[in-house]
């Protein structure tokens, strides 16, 4: 069983791959509608861009590229491109429409396999060097797409459809989020498949479709995914996500690699083999962990360390739940993990460590303190509330208050907003204990106290210890809403 993340999950922003939109205060919300058409073999895309009344100067994307890809159809609207990704009007765009189109062919030569990359018949493709967006954007902007697609092909998209569509065409909401998130379309020929969950369905894009043989696996793989992160608190995070599950044959595991995006809405990318057995697909931490990142929004780049702790916290302990790890394999696993997370330290506290994570590649250190900081948190959540309180409730009240907000949070802020929810401090006095700390948080004693026992590394779980009862209760599966 993979047990460590070295297959790296990129939840945290890629700024290069960004999804655009800046967010200053603006008078009025811009009504914004596009039209995005294509070919059979998706060799271009157009795009009709229809505002509404507020007056628009310029347009913009992330890509300094886009100059040299774009074709200005709109001959009688004069425009310039004041750099590669900057195009400003003559007279102001009010109630009008303009059109463009993309070449896509010159895209893949120019672009990184991250914003544009061809599967088969099928084109992944990041919306960021084509989709131009006014120069200041809100949260509150109404900003449409519909799409127009040659016979038989397939769309998939993190923006959630617009309900009672009566034509054929297909209409979307998008969300206006910050520039640097990232997001991925799919364009061709992919089978989409639902899974179900008790309150919303995945999207789920098979890419490349013919290379998978059994649908029904990846069907499998995903329902055990979601199964565990409905256990922790009775309801999926979010609503209808977007899943794309991508072909990776020259991996010898299963999932190679999974990510999550945000830009626009939400969005995972998974990397498998699916040549390999199902044994492999269920016994694999990266859907779980991937999908336990949705219990967060954004954090800033500080937050990694938590947001990955969630994530790996919860990859474990909720396999466990569910029957998918035995309780002993999920400590076992965080003890084997706490362990790695040690021998990762380095002379940086765990604050500067996280915002040179990259280049130091301090995976281990900073995904293991945040589960170890984590669990933390759970115990004294426990604790101080008499079990009125735990992760998982909290989670869900906060999803219900602040979720919905696709702005980035900091992480002292998010940590506020957690001590306040709770009513009792406990998420700011370990971030005050932590952050600015050189030394891996204190697991052993915590783990004694939990009835964690190891002998030589294998870990034993005892029924006497002061907090056994509360290590049994973080692994139950109990109906949501008891106690
Ligand atoms: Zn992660």
Not at 212 to 238: C, D, E, H, M, R
Not at 346 to 363: E, P
Request: hydrophobic share 40%; glycine share 6%.
């Amino acid at each position: 069983m993979m047990t460590d993340n070295r297959k790296s999950c990129n939840f945290i922003v890629q700024l290069m791959i960004g999804f655009f939109w800046s967010m200053p205060l603006v008078a009025t919300t811009i009504n914004f509608k596009y039209h995005i058409s294509t070919d059979k073999a998706l060799t271009q895309v157009t795009v009709k861009l229809c505002v509404g009344d507020r007056a628009i100067y310029g347009l913009r994307s992330t890509s300094r590229h886009s100059q040299k890809l774009l074709t200005w159809l709109s001959k009688e609207f004069q425009m310039h491109f004041a750099s590669g990704n900057r195009i400003k009007f003559k007279q102001a765009l009010k109630n009008q429409c303009i059109k463009y189109k993309i070449d896509l062919v010159a895209a893949e030569k120019m672009l990184a396999r991250s914003l544009i990359t061809r599967f088969g018949t099928d084109l992944l493709l990041s919306p960021s060097f084509w989709l131009f967006l006014p120069n200041n954007t809100s949260e509150k902007d109404q900003v449409r797409a519909t799409l127009s697609l040659p016979k038989g092909m397939s769309f998939s998209t993190p923006w959630q459809k617009i309900a009672g569509d009566n034509d054929n065409r297909i209409h979307y909401r998008i969300k206006i989020t910050p520039d640097n998130w990232s997001s991925l379309l799919a364009f061709g020929y992919f089978k989409i498949i639902k899974i179900k969950a008790d309150n919303t369905n995945l999207r789920v894009a098979l890419i490349n479709e013919l290379r998978f043989k059994t649908v029904n696996k990846i069907k499998l793989w995903l329902q055990a995914a979601v199964k565990a992160v409905t256990s922790a608190y009775g309801q999926f995070p979010v609503h209808n996500p977007q899943i794309l599950v991508i072909p990776s044959s020259s991996s010898g595991q299963a999932v190679r690699f999974g990510q999550a995006s945000q830009g626009g809405g939400h969005g995972i990318q998974f990397y498998v083999n699916p040549n390999r057995p199902i044994e492999e697909f269920l016994d694999d931490w990266i859907a779980a962990h991937e999908l336990s990142h949705l219990f967060l929004p954004e954090l800033d780049h500080e937050g990694t360390w938590f947001s990955e702790g969630v994530a790996t916290y919860y990859q474990n302990i909720l396999r466990a739940r569910v029957g998918q790890l035995s309780k002993q394999q999920a400590w076992q696993e965080i003890y084997d993990g706490f362990l790695r997370g040690m021998q990762g330290m380095s002379s940086k506290n765990l604050r500067q460590a996280t915002l040179n994570m990259y280049r130091d590649h301090s995976y281990m250190r900073i995904y293991w303190s945040g589960t170890a900081i984590t669990l933390m948190a759970d115990i004294e959540l426990r604790i101080k509330t008499r079990g009125r309180l735990n992760l998982d409730k909290l989670l869900k009240k906060f999803n219900n208050c602040c979720s919905s907000q696709m702005t980035e949070w900091s992480l002292t802020d998010l940590f506020r907003k957690f001590d306040e929810l709770a009513n009792v401090p406990v998420f700011m006095p370990l971030y005050r204990r932590y952050a600015q700390s050189k030394k891996f948080p204190a697991t052993t004693g915590l783990l004694t106290k939990l009835g964690v026992e190891v002998v030589k590394g294998k870990v034993t779980l005892k029924n006497a210890a002061a907090l056994s009862e509360i290590r049994r209760r973080i692994t139950e599966n109990k109906k949501p809403g008891t106690p």
